[in-house]
């Protein structure tokens, strides 16, 4: 390999290597793209995994809970205490000098114990109604966060789709918005010219350089949309691109399959994810109120605990040291039954909350299964319609094209003004906009009515990059 070979080689590594660098792609490259970098899939998936979290969370709490605890403490205690001493006996014959009261002396004493204890518990669940339903929720829970997760893949692929196609839109309009401005720039110059050897009146030249303004300033909003679709894109996927691939003139217009509304209904009501999500919040709904319910039920768990407590202790008195201690071994192991009697209506109140929640998850289920069928009946009848407008648009393009050369061909010799020419051109570009929008819109309404039916997945955006050949610059 040649030093210029290695530098291009480099070039190309450092291109896939830093994010944000231009690039040129298709859109299978920018679904890829956007499954690595997009952060509303990356945090579905941060949901997902601790969503899944919940059934060990469950099924913990049906295990054995096994506590231990230790401990030691020192106590020094000290003081003075006060000790009577009775008189002597008295003797015979009594001496004088003796005393006859008795007298206080003040002992010093102190006293340090050491206590050690420990102790460990083991507590089984035997029945505890509350555990099980629970347990039953997580696989639930769990359930719905696959799907939830799924959901957020499906709507990566649409989102792609529509961020990459207004791109393309976007481009095609400053494309035909530039064209339209030079034919309208060279017609004012043609009008100029005109004007000058008075073969037309300044009205056409003031036409003409009104219509050059509208035009330039059609380019410059163009160039402004080109340049915020290019950024929905780079916050997608987290990379600029200059080339995009786009469809060729041969790209299919397929009528969905199979041709009946109401079987893509049906469909989409048995397989439509965000459906199917609503239907486990449904069940999850419900397992909350026999849970809350639980509450009024007893519990019962064996119980096993193992525990000692040695104590040394020494006491000084006058100097003399009287030790002593204790040394306590305790083992116990039984069932411990608890019965809920009164919670103050804590219980029903928890009862009654978990049965408007239900109620509330089955009228969202029913509200998301008519925003489903909906969804689906418009996404149907969007794709037959965006069929029959691409094929009318592209008639409309190829009449518009005819319709200006034929107003042209009559101001050249007379029979049309210029304002008839600035129309033909206005409606021409109205035309080249609509049908590149058009076929765009057919497909995006191809992966809607997919999304809605719940078939969307990676092969179907793979067949969609396959209409795609040419590959246009979108700086």
């Known amino acids: 390999m040649n030093s210029t070979s290695r530098r291009l080689a480099a070039v190309a590594s450092l291109a896939l290597l830093i994010p944000g660098l231009a690039l040129g792609a298709d859109l299978s490259e920018i679904y890829q793209r ?10 579905a998936d941060a949901n997902r995994l601790a969503a899944l979290e919940a059934k060990p969370q469950a099924r913990a709490a049906l295990l054995p809970q096994v506590t231990g605890k230790a401990g030691y403490t020192r106590d020094v205690t000290s003081g003075t205490e006060t000790e009577f001493i009775p008189p002597p006996t008295p003797t015979v014959p009594p001496d004088p000098n003796a005393s006859t009261t008795g007298t206080f002396s003040p002992i010093d004493f102190s006293t340090t114990s050491d206590v050690r204890q420990w102790s460990v518990q083991l507590r089984q669940t035997l029945f505890r109604w509350d555990q099980f339903a629970a347990l039953r929720q997580a696989s639930v829970e769990v359930a719905q966060a696959e799907v939830d997760y799924r959901a957020a893949q499906e709507s990566v692929i649409l989102r792609t789709a529509t961020a990459y196609f207004n791109v393309l839109a976007a481009r095609d309009t400053l494309d035909a918005s530039e064209a339209s401005r030079e034919a309208i720039t060279r017609q004012l ?25 509208q035009a330039a300033a059609v380019v410059i909003a163009s160039k402004r949309t080109l340049a915020s679709t290019r950024e929905a894109l780079r916050q997608l996927t987290g990379d600029a691109f200059d080339e995009l691939a786009r469809p060729g003139d041969d790209m299919p217009l397929v009528s969905p399959s199979p041709a009946s509304e109401d079987q893509w209904v049906r469909a989409a009501l048995d397989q439509n994810l965000t459906l199917s999500s609503a239907r486990l919040g449904a069940d999850i709904a419900r397992e909350n109120i026999v849970i809350a319910r639980s509450g009024h039920a007893p519990t019962l768990d ?26 306590l071994n305790d083992k116990q192991i039984g069932l411990q039954i608890t019965v809920p009697i009164y919670s103050g209506g804590m ?27 909906r969804d689906t009946r418009d996404a149907y009848l969007g794709v037959i319609s965006e069929i029959s407008r691409v094929e009318a648009l592209k008639q409309a393009l190829a009449s518009s094209r005819t319709a200006l050369q034929a107003t042209e061909a009559g101001y050249e010799v007379g029979t049309r003004t210029a304002v008839d020419v600035l129309l033909a051109r206005q409606r021409l570009f109205d035309a080249q906009t609509s049908y590149a929008r058009s076929r765009y819109d057919y497909v995006i309404n191809v992966l809607t009515l997919e999304q809605a039916a719940g078939t969307l997945d990676e092969s179907r955006l793979t067949r969609v990059n396959g209409w795609l050949g040419q590959t246009v610059s979108v700086k």
């Open 189 to 213: 110059e043609q009008a100029e010219k005109r004007f000058d050897v008075g073969l037309i009146a300044i009205t056409d030249v003031e036409e003409a350089k009104a219509a050059a303004d």
């Open 34 to 43: 956007a499954l690595r970098n997009d952060p509303i899939l990356r945090e």
């Open 347 to 373: 219980t029903s109140s928890l009862v009654r909350q978990a049965v408007y929640k239900h109620r509330a998850a089955r009228e969202r289920l029913e509200g998301t299964a008519r925003q489903t069928e």
């Open 302 to 327: 064996l119980v096993a605990s193992k525990s000692s407590n040695n104590t040394g202790a020494n006491t000084t008195i006058s100097g003399s040291i009287i030790p002593a201690g204790t040394l």
